[in-house]
């Protein structure tokens, strides 16, 4: 199983990246999948997660509003689209993928597969 993250970079405050990981070895579609991200100096967070029928979906109150997560089971591929971006956004970003029976997995633990991470710097 392999989960390829890709996307990430530096943009400037207020301004957006999308985010792709691309998912190989695994039945796509049977998984729920996240992103994470750890912000320099502090613990890995949950960001969003999608269930395996595309709802429903979650987010961290800290991005509410302005970051979507998507997917494509057709290209075994999750997405995050950023928006409005912040400096505390900046961090690595993690995505992952769960056979957890329940819609909505939030812990870290729940996780099987885990991609390389992918940096995103927001500058102010």
């Known amino acids: 199983v392999q989960l390829q993250a890709s996307g990430g970079g530096l943009v400037r405050a207020g301004g957006s990246l999308r985010l792709s990981c691309a998912a190989s070895g695994l039945t796509f579609s049977r998984y729920i999948m996240g992103w994470f991200r750890r912000a320099p100096g502090q613990e890995r967070e949950t960001v969003a997660t999608i269930s395996w029928s595309g709802k429903p979906r979650w987010y961290a109150d800290s991005v509410k509003g302005r970051f979507t997560i998507s997917r494509d089971d057709g290209k075994s591929t999750v997405y995050l689209q950023m928006n409005s971006l912040k400096p505390e956004d900046t961090g690595v970003y993690y995505c992952?993928?769960?056979?957890?029976?329940?819609?909505?997995?939030?812990?870290?633990?729940?996780?099987?597969?885990w991609g390389q991470g992918t940096q995103v710097t927001v500058s102010s």
């Open positions: 992952a993928a769960s056979l957890d029976d329940r819609a909505v997995v939030t812990s870290e633990r729940a996780y099987d597969y």
